[in-house]
């Protein structure tokens, strides 16, 4: 069984800050986790995945994830936020793979303000 | 990247009737499609999920003989919810994996429902 813990239904930062959204996972076997964003009234853009290779992930738009076992953590970050990225942001883990089902967090809410 | 598609965007019904919403995958072959539901200010829930030329299996509480779907090429899957009811307005979102789609689900863009 797994699933994924988002901290903070919000998070809200300034422009050109850290941001930083929070996601811990439980899972049997070793996890495949993927950050996804979401804009209001669309579907889901993958930011990232990480699929057990490099535990440092770099995604589009400047985004980047580490995974960190010994703190079941997989939490997003960017050096510096801009307006755009203000969206809902989701944590997802699976068992194996794109083709197994994806069990996904609450969603953290990023406010960007100028 | 792989592209995946829902049509329509935006549906509004009367209640009792049937509305199908497509999922298509545009640039790769989709073994598997997945259905999730989302209601406003919420996680994605899974519904079902179906694999190409099989009958698709379905969550715990989701009723497989309202949520009807086809999964019958390897490009197109729909949904359709039968005799709809305002507790079935929601927002919809199929994702697809398959060759191509480099292990891992491509969102569509998801259908709005409306019940009246």
């Known amino acids: 069984a797994q699933s994924v813990t988002q901290l903070g239904s919000h998070v809200s930062v300034s422009e050109g800050a850290l941001v930083l959204l929070r996601c811990n996972y439980s899972?049997?076997?070793?996890?495949?986790l993927f950050w996804y964003v979401q804009y209001p009234n669309q579907g889901l853009q993958l930011l990232l995945k990480y699929t057990s290779a490099a535990t440092l992930v770099k995604g589009i738009n400047g985004f980047e994830a580490e995974f960190k076992k010994s703190e079941t953590s997989f939490h997003l970050t960017k050096p510096s936020a801009h307006m755009s990225d203000a969206a809902e942001y989701f944590c997802?883990?699976?068992?194996?793979?794109?083709?197994?089902?994806?069990?996904f967090g609450k969603g953290t809410m990023l406010l960007v303000s100028p | 990247g792989a592209v995946v598609s829902q049509h329509p965007s935006r549906v509004i019904c009367k209640s009792g009737t049937s509305v199908k919403i497509e999922c298509r995958s545009l640039?790769?072959?989709?073994?598997?499609m997945f259905w999730y539901r989302q209601f406003p200010k919420q996680s994605l829930m899974l519904m079902a999920t179906s694999n190409e030329g099989s009958k698709a299996t379905y969550e715990q509480g989701v009723e497989k003989d309202k949520f009807l779907i086809n999964h019958a090429s390897l490009t197109l899957s729909t949904l359709t919810v039968t005799s709809a009811h305002p507790e079935d307005s929601s927002f919809y979102i199929c994702?697809?994996?398959?060759?191509?789609?480099?292990?891992?689900?491509?969102f569509g863009p998801g259908t709005r429902l409306t019940v009246l």
């Open positions: 997802a883990v699976s068992a194996s793979g794109g083709y197994s089902t994806l069990t």
């Open positions: 899972s049997s076997v070793p996890p495949y």
């Open positions: 994702s697809a994996f398959g060759r191509g789609s480099t292990d891992t689900q491509y």
């Open positions: 640039d790769f072959q989709a073994t598997t």
